[in-house]
Every structure is written in C-alpha cells, then in structure tokens.
C-alpha cells in the first residue's frame, strides 16, 4: 500500500490547514485510516482515526474540537482538517491505513506542520 500525504506547511497560532492522504489499497481492503503526528523529543501519537465502511471517528483530547477527519471513499483519501492551530500541534503528520484483519498500519512520509507563535 502506498500513502502520499499532503497539505503541511508553516502557519501562524489561530490558523488553519488541511492535510490529504490518498491511499492506493482497494477501497474493500480499508478498515480504517487516521492521522498520527510525532514531534521533536517525543513519541508518535494518534491525533484522528476514522473506519471506513462506517466513517466513525476518535480523536485526541488535545485536538477535540479543533480538527476533523474525514473521508472520500471514491478516492480512497482522508482528509484531516485543522483549525485553531497552537505551537503545540507542531509535528511531523503521518497517514496511516488498516487493512481489514489485519492488526499492522501501513505508514506514509510524513509532513510537516509547524505553527509558529
């Protein structure tokens, strides 16, 4: 499975950005797709995940409210939008996809989102 992942870049604090990440698995293949970030010094955490026959979501604490995943089933893309971002949300993003009995993620490159004070 490769995932090409989209939309990062330099943003001030109260911005917005939107990251896609299209997938070239077969759309019957997906159990779910989500939003992973990892920032400098720190573990890889789970930002936003949504299954996608039934397009239900879980998000982070830390980014309830502020972002939302979403999903193209046609295109096999999810989308993270995000808003209200802080300093904090700065990170590498990564897209990561589940294939249906499986329990191993395939990962993307990853992009960077820096949001600066």
């Known amino acids: 499975v490769q995932l090409q992942a989209s939309g990062g870049g330099l943003v001030q604090a109260g911005d917005s950005l939107r990251l896609s990440c299209a997938a070239s698995a077969r759309t019957f293949e997906i159990y779910r797709m989500g939003w992973f970030r990892q920032a400098p010094g720190k573990e890889r955490e789970s930002v936003a995940t949504?299954?996608?026959?039934?397009?239900?979501?879980a998000y982070a604490d830390s980014v309830k409210g502020r972002f939302t995943i979403s999903r193209d089933i046609a295109k096999n893309t999810v989308y993270l939008q995000m808003n209200e971002l802080k300093p904090e949300d700065t990170a590498v993003y990564y897209c990561?996809?589940?294939?249906?009995?499986?329990?191993?993620?395939?990962w993307g490159q990853g992009t960077q989102v820096t949001v600066s004070s």
């Open positions: 990561a996809l589940r294939k249906r009995f499986t329990v191993v993620d395939d």
């Open positions: 949504i299954t996608w026959s039934g397009g239900n979501t």
